[in-house]
């Protein structure tokens, strides 16, 4: 099961990938260039916006970026009702050498599900990329390739699922 799930979300991937589309999107079904509609800005370039339903859709539940805290323990430093209700993610340029860890574990620890999302290189101003869900398998998941080595990549640890189920965020410059 594990396998195909992944198998058929990398066949997705290819799919849907956009290069010339200003919202970059790895859906779970195909996306033709016409059919992507634009989210709703996050307030700034060089954010995170964290989302309550897959494909970067729902409620905004949280926005994080460079001037945010490096850690958060979203059941002790965040408003109300963020712990555990994000399932996916919205990267917006420009970022460089990111490196974002969502964590089911409150105090970051990985001894559960964890997943990290890395900014290879730079990811330009006016590029969206969508992380739509964080359980993306075994199998790394690349969600933008600019070239160059510039590209989003996600990594994941699986334990019982991560979806709707983070505790903690952590970022890190220059990885």
Sequence with gaps: MKIYKTLFFAGLLL???LTSAQIVTGQWQPVAPNDVQP??????????????????????????G?????????????PSGANDRIKSMVLQGPLSNTQIVVFDNPDGQTDDD??????EGTLPPGIRVVIPSFDIGAA???????GNGNRVVE??????????????ISRAVGQ
Excluded: M, R
């Design 15 to 17: 799919a849907s990938k």
């Design 39 to 64: 989210l709703s800005p996050l307030p700034q370039e060089g954010l995170f916006g964290f989302y309550q339903e897959w494909n970067g859709t729902g409620n905004l539940v949280l926005t994080y």
């Design 66 to 78: 460079n001037h945010s805290t490096k850690a958060l323990n979203l059941k002790k430093t965040t």
């Design 114 to 119: 964890y997943a990290v999302i890395k900014v």
């Design 140 to 146: 790394p998941g690349v969600f933008w390739d600019g």
């Design 155 to 168: 990594y994941f640890h699986y334990h019982n699922g991560l979806d709707g189920k983070i505790s903690h």
